[in-house]
């Protein structure tokens, strides 16, 4: 009840408005905050939720904060945030612009660039893979040969979706990759990785007075590694990820520690960690927000009763966030995968009705309809759709999973 009456009459502004965005509109509206939407598209589904709408692309930080900055003279805002956005600069720059809370611009050009991450991961002693600036194939060439039958990844420092990430060894063209590579990121710079081939975990935690809180830790698959192969495609994830305790406690300390590496104290960091052969968390990425692929939205809520979200918005706001809203409630079980149909044209999709049989199911999404084309899968956004399980028990969410690929086919015209 206290909380509602501080909420109420409060105004959140949140960056981008797309699908995977609105259940923040949602959580918002339900709280009775005005919310304040931005997306370069009038369309963008969250705007038909928000109560005021600004125009503008949310990778524009520049632009944003002029927007916002006027918007806040007749309107005051006392919160921003995003989600499944990897934006971080723009909520940054609006949030600085207008005293509100927020991790240091510095830390939000960290959470942006993979090297610089990567660096001060390395200089503040916190695990993370082996890497290297790359700047001419020829580099590329040297480390590959050099190390035979080893697995390097090579990735722009600025992509996502796993755009332009590819795993190359010695038998793959170096020209070739790092013009590939080099093509999907916005800045041209490149950065040259050891893969490391053991579990892969993705987290959520939120740093609260020094305490990392991490409600549930999902194993990521990739079984499909091979398949892709130079593409590295994540086939959804499972939780709980087969983890013990201690190593559980490692994750929340590389977490904790690399976040302070980048000058993040507080607040929301999303991790993708790999165990290496010794056992020991090592850190591929932090991102300074909340998650995409509807794992903040529904798996984590699904799993342990915690919505990351409601404590975004409340930490964005100024609002008090207390250790009970990320403890878990309870410890149940999730999945996600999705579906890799062959190139071509769609010419039917059957089995939705069987689909919305299946125990368990949390939610599903098709990202084409029949008369679209699939491409090739060559990132993230190519796959066709996903679908999410719940259930009591890890063995129990990878049956349903399964059963749930299962019913859907996907015809294509080659
Ligand atoms: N050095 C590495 N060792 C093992 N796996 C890696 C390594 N680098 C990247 N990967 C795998 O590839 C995925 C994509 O890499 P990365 O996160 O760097 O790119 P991205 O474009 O930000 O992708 P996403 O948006 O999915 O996080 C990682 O989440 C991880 O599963
Ligand atoms: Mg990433």
Same mark, same amino acid.
């Given at each position: 009840?206290?909380?509602?009456?501080?909420?109420?009459?409060?105004?959140?502004?949140?960056?981008?408005?797309?699908?995977?965005?609105?259940?923040?509109?949602?959580?918002?509206?339900?709280?009775?905050?005005?919310?304040?939407?931005?997306?370069?598209?009038?369309?963008?589904?969250?705007?038909?939720?928000?109560?005021?709408?600004?125009?503008?692309?949310?990778?524009?930080?520049?632009?944003?904060?002029?927007?916002?900055?006027?918007?806040?003279?007749?309107?005051?805002?006392?919160?921003?945030?995003?989600?499944?956005?990897?934006?971080?600069?723009?909520?940054?720059? =609006?949030?600085?612009?207008?005293?509100?809370?927020?991790?240091?611009?510095?830390?939000?050009?960290?959470?942006?660039?993979?090297? +610089?991450?990567?660096?001060?991961?390395?200089?503040?002693?916190?695990?993370?893979?082996?890497?290297?600036?790359?700047?001419?194939?020829?580099?590329?060439?040297?480390?590959?040969?050099?190390?035979?039958?080893?697995?390097?990844?090579?990735?722009?420092?600025?992509?996502?979706?796993?755009?332009?990430?590819?795993?190359?060894?010695?038998?793959?063209?170096?020209?070739?990759?790092?013009?590939?590579?080099?093509?999907?990121?916005?800045?041209?710079?490149?950065?040259?990785?050891?893969?490391?081939?053991?579990?892969? +975990?993705?987290?959520?935690?939120?740093?609260?007075?020094?305490?990392?809180?991490?409600?549930?830790?999902?194993?990521?698959?990739?079984?499909?590694?091979?398949?892709?192969?130079?593409?590295?495609?994540?086939?959804?994830?499972?939780?709980?990820?087969?983890?013990?305790?201690?190593?559980?406690?490692?994750?929340?300390?590389?977490?904790?520690?690399?976040?302070?590496?980048?000058?993040?104290?507080?607040?929301?960091?999303?991790?993708?960690?790999?165990?290496?052969?010794?056992?020991?968390?090592?850190?591929?990425?932090?991102?300074?927000?909340?998650?995409?692929?509807?794992?903040?939205?529904?798996?984590?809520?699904?799993?342990?009763?915690?919505?990351? =979200?409601?404590? =975004?918005?409340?930490?964005?706001?100024?609002?008090?966030?207390?250790?009970?809203? +990320?403890?878990?409630?309870?410890?149940?079980?999730?999945?996600?995968?999705?579906?890799?149909?062959?190139?071509?044209?769609?010419?039917?999709?059957?089995?939705?009705?069987?689909?919305?049989?299946?125990?368990?199911?949390?939610?599903?999404?098709?990202?084409?309809?029949?008369?679209? =084309?699939?491409?090739?899968?060559?990132?993230?956004?190519?796959?066709?759709?996903?679908?999410?399980?719940?259930?009591?028990?890890?063995?129990?969410?990878?049956?349903?999973?399964?059963?749930?690929?299962?019913?859907?086919?996907?015809?294509?015209?080659?």
């Amino acid at each position: 009840m206290l909380m509602e009456a501080c909420i109420l009459g409060k105004t959140l502004m949140i960056i981008g408005a797309g699908v995977e965005q609105v259940p923040a509109y949602e959580a918002a509206k339900r709280r009775g905050i005005t919310v304040v939407g931005t997306d370069m598209n009038a369309d963008a589904p969250g705007l038909a939720l928000a109560d005021h709408t600004l125009l503008v692309s949310t990778r524009d930080a520049c632009a944003t904060e002029q927007k916002a900055l006027e918007f806040h003279r007749t309107h005051s805002i006392h919160g921003v945030m995003t989600i499944a956005n990897d934006v971080p600069y723009t909520v940054a720059r =609006v949030a600085h612009a207008m005293g509100l809370p927020s991790i240091t611009l510095d830390a939000a050009k960290c959470v942006t660039d993979k090297l +610089l991450m990567k660096q001060r991961f390395s200089s503040h002693g916190v695990g993370c893979p082996w890497f290297a600036d790359i700047e001419s194939a020829d580099q590329v060439r040297e480390y590959v040969t050099g190390n035979i039958g080893k697995d390097f990844v090579l990735k722009p420092v600025d992509g996502r979706g796993a755009r332009g990430v590819l795993l190359i060894n010695d038998t793959v063209d170096p020209e070739w990759a790092f013009a590939e590579a080099k093509r999907w990121g916005d800045c041209g710079r490149l950065i040259l990785e050891e893969f490391i081939p053991g579990m892969q +975990l993705s987290t959520e935690s939120f740093i609260l007075d020094g305490t990392c809180y991490t409600p549930a830790i999902a194993e990521r698959n990739y079984s499909r590694i091979q398949q892709f192969r130079p593409n590295i495609i994540e086939d959804g994830g499972t939780i709980p990820a087969p983890l013990d305790d201690s190593t559980k406690k490692a994750i929340d300390d590389v977490v904790l520690r690399g976040a302070a590496a980048l000058g993040i104290t507080a607040g929301i960091v999303k991790g993708d960690i790999v165990i290496d052969h010794a056992g020991r968390p090592l850190i591929i990425e932090l991102a300074a927000r909340l998650s995409g692929g509807w794992f903040a939205t529904h798996q984590i809520p699904a799993a342990s009763g915690v919505s990351l =979200v409601e404590a =975004v918005i409340s930490y964005s706001l100024g609002e008090e966030v207390t250790p009970s809203q +990320l403890i878990p409630q309870y410890h149940r079980a999730t999945a996600i995968r999705y579906w890799f149909p062959p190139q071509g044209t769609i010419k039917r999709i059957a089995g939705e009705e069987k689909l919305k049989e299946i125990e368990g199911l949390l939610a599903y999404g098709f990202f084409r309809k029949e008369g679209d =084309v699939q491409p090739e899968i060559r990132m993230h956004p190519d796959r066709f759709g996903y679908v999410m399980v719940t259930g009591e028990t890890r063995g129990e969410v990878l049956t349903r999973v399964d059963q749930a690929l299962n019913s859907v086919q996907v015809e294509v015209a080659p």
